[in-house]
């Protein structure tokens, strides 16, 4: 009895964190208190570790989570944060997937940028949410997410990420057959000079 209830009292509090730490980073990406640490990164690394941090998360879910490169693909961007914003969309992806699903990370090298794709064959959103669930507190089934422990902060984190980085998220997604969210970054500097010099 007693080791049930402190089992749940400490869920409460993790939750309690996470919701706490969502906040702090908010705020502080909003009033400029982290600068980002741009350099030269591996986003297949990151990705790797962000699928590794999941496997478990996945299994239980039995969902198939894939990360589809085998090689170095280096941008130029902070790497905790780009952390961030890949553990907050797959985090999503696996949430709003139901059991037996598929969640996939791949990516499309440009000349000068790399798109990072995760795509998965989940629930789906229907259009006239797209545009405003890059708010704070802002969720599509209010319900249900409140069920999954969600407060709504994830992607509004997302969008000040990556306007740090001059980016921005792009959503694709279909009703009842998932969604891809991706997102640019420039490859690294020594790349941009050496091509700007051919
Ligand atoms: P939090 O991330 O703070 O724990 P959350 O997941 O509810 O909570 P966001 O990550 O900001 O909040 O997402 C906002 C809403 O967008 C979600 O509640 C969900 O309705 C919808 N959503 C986000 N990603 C997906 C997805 N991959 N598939 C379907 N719906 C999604
Ligand atoms: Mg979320």
């Known amino acids: 009895m007693r080791t ?3 089992k749940k009292a400490a869920k409460s509090l993790d939750g309690l964190d ?3 730490q969502d ?3 908010l705020s502080q990406i909003e009033t400029g208190d982290i600068k980002m640490k741009f350099e030269n990164i591996d986003l297949n690394a990151l990705c790797t570790e962000v699928v590794d941090q999941f496997e478990e998360k ?3 879910k039995d969902i198939r ?3 589809k490169a085998h090689h170095k693909i280096e941008v130029f961007a902070d790497w905790q944060r780009i952390t961030q914003v890949v553990t907050n969309l797959v985090s999503n992806a696996i949430n709003y997937t139901p059991e037996g699903g598929e969640v996939t990370i791949t990516f499309d090298l440009g000349k000068k940028n790399v798109t990072t794709y995760i795509t998965d064959t989940g629930e789906g959103i229907p259009p006239q949410h797209i545009s405003r669930i ?5 969720r599509v089934d209010k319900s249900r997410s409140r ?3 969600g407060t709504g902060l994830g992607l509004a984190i997302v969008k000040h ?5 001059k980016s921005k998220a792009e959503v694709q997604s279909t009703v009842g057959k998932g969604s891809v969210f991706s997102f640019k970054l420039p490859r690294t500097r020594l790349y941009h000079s050496e091509s700007e010099a051919l």
Do not use: N, S
């Open 18 to 20: 996470m919701l706490v």
């Open 23 to 25: 906040l702090l980073t």
């Open 161 to 165: 990420i990556l306007e740090g980085h």
């Open 58 to 60: 996945a299994e239980k």
């Open 65 to 67: 989570l894939k990360l």
């Open 134 to 138: 890059f708010e704070r507190f802002y």
């Open 4 to 6: 049930k209830f402190l």
């Open 147 to 149: 069920e999954k422990g």
